[in-house]
Structures are given as structure tokens and as C-alpha cells.
């Protein structure tokens, strides 16, 4: 039976933030209940809507709340996955070590698990996943094992793993339903299975109604299948509703392969301002993005190795390492791309971007052989998507 829905959802997060007063909330003394209870409810309303501006006010909340509780090991995992959305992985390791229990608490190993693949520690990051599904198993547990079987080229058993965390679900868990059938519909999509695809989005939507998540990948499905004015149209709705710039450039790109130079150039320049205004805020979030922009948009592959650089600072994995080679390889540094797309593909990650990019960087004979492999997992690997 569908859920109520995203917005209804939404709008039951507002009222119950409404009936706490913020200004009793931080008066002494404190009730240690309502103040927890408000921050959690900032975190679910930012995360629902994935709202990177209210995960810094949630950010700020906690700093805020910390100190005025004595038992703050809940507020602090809760800093940790604020601070993991956000990027910021040394706020995540420093947030779990306050925790005093951390290590009998299977959410903090579930994210001590993300740390290990964040920073290409793969075979931790399996075996963390594991232990913490052994020791409580959850559907949050079982879905990140799917993403990582999934990056490491085993499709079927990611599949199989997603829809065991779907039978962990209650029929009350529409918005998770929802999220786990669109990760089902991704896996779908990037072996260019398209009819599978819409298939799970479709279910998703059926699930929870007006989710924006859903929306924007059947927007890149929409892009893939060559149906640009529609793709543009959901995007162009969606950033009516939250100002990012990754959607920007989607439009950008769209707008480009519709051979609409000046409306895309017109897109291109937003979401490039929207990127440097974010990174002068210090946020980290869209380094990986400005990366891929100044690559493959704008073409200056200086400009590229410098934020491909930044963004390995923080995490060093394939996808860093991919992105830094694309940059070199951008910048005609021919050698460094070599050397670094190698580093990539020795993660054991199988992708058929990540191929697709090898065969670019490598040429002659070891190209065309990553390019059969790429094509061989997606078909339609050099199809519009999305940087996610």
C-alpha cells in the first residue's frame, strides 16, 4: 500500500519542529529529551529533502546542544552521518571517537565501514559491513553491502542484497522502500538496462509520491533515452525547489547535446558559480563536481587537476583517483593520467565509466580493449547521466 508521500511526510517534520519552542529548548534547565528530540527532527527534515544548507544548521545544532547534555553519545553519532553527508570525513572520525560505546554500536560500525571505502580501504570496508549485518542485521546494514558488491562488479548479488533490505522493512518505511527500489532501478540503468530501470523507479514513485530523489534519476533516465526536453523539464523543476548547482550543470549538458549552445552555456555558468560560491563557503561538497566540470565542460584540465587534487586530499579512492587521471589526461599529462587511472582500476572497482575512461586515457590496443569491457557492462556506457 503507498505511503503518504514525501510532502506529507515533510510537512509532519514542520508541525512536530513547530510545537517545540526553540527558545525553552536551550533555557536552563535543560530537558535533555526535547532538546535531542528537535536536533533529530532538523536532521530527518534536511536529509528527507537532502537540503545541504540544512545539514549545516543541523551541524550547528549540535554544537549548540552538545555541551548543555551529559549523555551525548547519540548526538554525536548523529554529528558523524551530518558530517559524512556533508563530506567532511575528519569531523566523521572525530565525532565516532567521542562516542563512548562506539564500538558495540552497529551504526557507528556501519559508518566506520563507509570511512574504510571513502578512503580505499576495500577489503575493511567488506568485512566491517559484514560484522555489523551479523551482529544486528538491518536493511541500512544489507544496502550498503549491495552498493559495495554493486561497485565491484557484482550486479545480481547487489540486487539480491537490496531486496533482502527490503524484506527488513516495515510497511510503514515507504520513504526507505522507496530509496532502496531506486538504487535497485540505478543498478538497472548502469548496464544499460533502461525498461528494468524505469520499472523500479516506477515503483518507487508508486511508494512514496513526490519524492525528489526518484524524480531526478528518472530525469537521467529521461536524458539517456534521448528525451531532452523532458529531462530538462524535471530538472528544471526540481532546481525550482533546491537551488543546486549539480542540476545545473545536468541542464547544462542537456541542453548541449540538444546542440542549444547559448542556453547551455547560459547553465554552465550557474552552476560553475555555484560551485566556487560553495567552496568559498568551505564547504567540500562539490569538489568531486567542480572536478568533472572544468574536465569535461569548460575544458581546462589545470583547473580540473587542482579540485581533482583537493578532493583526493580528503578521500583517496578509485573514484578520486579516476577523476584526478581524467584531469591529468584533460591537461595532456599524459603519463600522470596513466599512472593514476591504473591506481583506479587496481581497487578492483568494475565500472563501465571507470573502463570507459581507461579506454580514453590508454589508447591503442589496451584502449580498445577497456572499451570492449566497458561496453560489455553497459552498452550504452557513452549515454547522457549524471555526476553522481
Known sequence: MPGLGYRTELQRIERDIAELSIADLFAVPINPERLTRYVYLLYQRASIAGDLAQLGAVERAIERAVPLLTQRGD???????????????GDVEAALLA?????RC???????ADLDFQHGRYREAEIGYADAIEAERSWDGLARLAYFRGKMGDLEGADRLYRDAEDEL???????????????????FSRGA????????????????????????????????????????????????????????????????????DAARHWQNGALSGYLESARRGEVHYYHHLTDFYADVAKDGAAAVTWARAD????????????LAWAFYRNAEFDEARGWIGRALASGVVDAHLLFRAAKIYAGADGLEYLERAKKLNPLVERFHLHH
Open 194 to 261: 533502461y525498461a528494468d530501470a524505469r520499472t523500479h523507479y516506477d515503483r518507487a514513485e508508486a511508494a512514496y509520491p513526490g519524492y525528489w530523489l526518484v524524480d531526478e534519476y528518472k530525469a537521467e533516465l529521461l536524458g539517456a533515452e534521448g528525451h531532452y526536453t523532458d529531462a530538462i523539464a524535471v530538472f528544471r523543476s526540481l532546481l525550482a525547489k533546491s537551488d543546486r548547482p549539480d542540476l545545473q550543470q545536468a541542464i547544462a549538458e542537456l541542453y548541449g547535446i540538444a546542440e542549444q549552445a
Open 75 to 89: 548526538l554525536y553519532l548523529l554529528k558523524a552521518n551530518v558530517a559524512f553527508k556533508l563530506h567532511k570525513l
Open 170 to 188: 516495515t510497511a510503514k518505511e515507504m520513504r526507505s522502500y522507496a530509496w532502496l527500489e531506486v538504487q535497485r532501478g540505478f543498478l538497472a
Open 99 to 103: 562516542i563512548p560505546i562506539a564500538g
Open 312 to 323: 583526493l586530499q580528503l578521500r583517496k579512492n578509485f573514484a578520486t583517483e579516476a577523476a
Open 106 to 112: 552497529v551504526e557507528a560500525c556501519l559508518l566506520r
